[in-house]
């Protein structure tokens, strides 16, 4: 055959190809409807194996049988409804249609004019107006809350330096300064280390239980700009990884607007709240007052991985931090290369992924109550969680249970080295029996239990189940 000639990559035989793709589709709904069955399990050693990559193609069938019984039993457990560790997101069945036509259409939604991109635009739409956002705010699909955040703090850069700044770096500027409370993510950290501030220049207030104290947060921005600093922002969150809790973001929005310093609010799970009826809601008042937000579709929105978002106040200010197009990509006024605006110019990535329609297809189908109603299930389950940890014999919270996150020892009667090695040997043991996943934090410089409630397809009982689970790993240890 001539080298010209390639044959492509598509299925030789598109009736074989039906038949298996038929096959796995059905291996997926059943691993779906039996969720409940599939807790994580260890890969073993001779599965971890068995994905070098074949020296010899795979014909279509062994690569179904390959998919089916080799990979889909080795996920995150993040499935089951007994899931309960760090924060993830649980995966909506609706997710499974949607990235399979996002497959078959392949869309790059960098920009032009295609079908996705203002699929896209109407999604950010929906988030602008969930969060009280004014209707000419920009936004972005991206890979999580850390790039948001990213992007949002490159924004707030832009606003304290102007655009200057794209081209000169922070080369004999005076020291931007950023504030927030002690319960910030890491996530924060990272931004501030890639856009060259660095991480001498965060300053962190301790947390009480509406988070940092702005007067103490005043204190340090009065004496930053004393010193010839530059504060650029104040970062609140919205539902600490750790414990759940969420800042006053209306006396932070006050104190960003005292003294004109960009409010970016990290809700990465906790700004769903927003669809939760009080006194849930209530939690993220204010975050309407924000510059920008930072969210994931992936956690407490259930949305399949990947997915978070970007919101900006200010459309101009979101552009200048990003827009940039060399003449390959100029702008058409019609055809393909139309479509303005191109996502390209809000953001880190020029070929995107299509991440629009997983979400759009769980709002259209499902609706924003009822992902709203298992919102509100899994603040009501944090609550039930807390109740049966506060009446166990021995067992206490680390701290009040406020939304979806509950925190605890399962015997206060050991020493705090004691404590903390048996929190996590539970913590490890549960997971290893496929009983529950909790994973672990440290309170006031305990080990502690923990479990973050942000999946649909936990009931009461499971939570009940959970609780007793510990309790007897518990006496199990004692009597050992
Ligand atoms: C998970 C999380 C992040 C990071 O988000 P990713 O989507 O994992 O990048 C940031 N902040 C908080 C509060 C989080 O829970």
Redesign the pocket.
Known sequence: MDKENHPGLDPQDWDEYRAQAHALLDACIDRLTEAREHPWVPVPPEIQAGYAIPSAPLPLDTLRETLVSQVMPYSTGNTHPRFFGW?HGTGLATGLLSEMVAATMNSNLGGRDHGLNYMEREVIAWARDTFGFPKTASGLLV?????ATVIAMAAARIRALGTEVRKKGIHGTPPLTIYSGAAA?N?LRKAIELLGIGTDHLRLVPDGENGPDPKELERLILADKANGLMPMALVA?A???DLGRFDNLNAMADLAAKHGLWLHI?G??GAWTRLADEPWRSLSNGIERADSVAC?F??WMYVPYDC?LILIRDEAEHRAAFAARPSYLAAQDQGLGGGEPWFCDYGIDLSRGNRALKIWSALAHYGSERLGAAITANCAQAALMGKLVSTTPDMALAAPVVSNLCSFSADTTLSVPGQSELNTRIAMDLQMSGEVVFSTTVVNGTTVLRAAITNHRTTAEDIRLAIRAVERARNEKRTA
Not at 143 to 147: E, K, L, R, V
């Open positions: 924060v890979a999580g809350t850390s790039q993510h996530a969150t539902g600490s990884v990290d990465a799970f994931d992936h956690k978070g």
